[in-house]
């Protein structure tokens, strides 16, 4: 199920060089729309708060790694909405420079997350691991290089791109490697209420009461809807801020997804929905 807004769409941003992994994202979840590449998160959310892109695609989290994107920070107030998500397999690519062997290298450079997800080569091979901005910058700057002992850790699309050979295929510490990823626009998309998965996805910050966190998601409970995902931050640098970001299944409209949100907002002394939008395949697949 795809909205209105995806379908029209023409132009994607993403964080990264060509080849990064949320310019495959952007093919497999867009392929209809150009993907345009950004040097930081924070650039991405702006080419579509300016106009110059209609969406913007983020990743947030990653089933190694955790968290990536501080997005947490980037949504509230950067004024766009999610109107889709997307999960891409990660399958990490040993880059080297044309006719480089496996016992040349010494150095292997990537995004932090990357290199996170690959610990288990870099240890066996006693490399010394060097972080970089981005995978597919990392990719270009090993071409750049052009020094055999110098490898990256990056996508196929990467090595296609910046003329790099494969040298070790599919790196990764585990098969079940994957990352979310947000889809953004600048106005809401809702998904409608056909009984088609959705997913909704809020903010809130909790009244200054005791238990307010507990009482306020008491409703979730009792009624029986899924949270899929709860994380808490500090705003403005005090311990006493805190916001929190929820995803659960299922739509405002439901009628037990309106009860459990009418009882969070009972708690809460602000509550933003940033969007309600069709759940992704793969989360069936999920235990």
């Not at 590449?37 to 089933?63: Q, Y």
């Not at 959705?198 to 008491?218: D, H, S």
Request: hydrophobic share 45%; net charge negative.
């Amino acid at each position: 199920m795809t909205g209105t807004l995806i379908a029209k769409a023409k132009r994607v941003a993403f964080q990264g060089e060509p080849g990064a992994y949320a310019n495959l994202a952007a093919r497999e979840a867009l392929a209809h729309v150009e993907p345009v590449p950004r040097p930081t998160f924070e650039d991405a959310v702006e080419a579509v708060k300016s106009g110059d892109t209609d969406l913007c695609i983020i990743p947030v989290e990653n089933s190694l790694h955790g968290r990536i994107a501080d997005i947490h920070h980037l949504l509230p107030d950067a004024g766009l909405y999610i109107v889709g998500e997307h999960f891409l397999r990660i399958r990490h690519q040993l880059l080297g420079v044309k006719g480089a062997k496996l016992s040349d290298i010494k150095t292997v450079m990537s995004q932090g997350p990357a290199l996170g997800q690959c610990r288990n080569i870099i240890r066996e091979m006693k490399w010394r691991a060097q972080n970089w901005h981005d995978t597919a910058g990392s990719a270009h700057h090993v071409a750049e290089l052009n020094d055999k002992s110098v490898a990256a850790i990056a996508s196929s699309l990467a090595g296609d791109i910046y003329g790099l050979d494969v040298l070790k295929a599919n790196v990764e510490d585990a098969e079940h490697n994957m990352t979310r990823f947000l889809i953004m626009a600048r106005e809401p998309d809702d998904a409608i209420h056909d009984g088609n998965k959705v997913i909704t996805t809020f903010v809130f910050r909790v009244r200054n009461v005791p238990a307010a966190l507990y009482k306020a998601l008491g409703g979730f409970a009792t009624n029986g809807v899924n949270m899929t995902k709860l994380e808490s931050y500090q705003l403005g640098g005090s311990f006493n801020a805190t916001q929190f970001y929820a995803d659960i299944e299922g739509h405002p409209e439901e009628h037990l997804v309106r009860l459990a949100l009418e009882e969070l907002q009972f708690f809460t002394s602000k509550l933003t929905v940033l969007g309600i939008y069709p759940a992704h395949p793969f989360r069936a697949q999920l235990p």
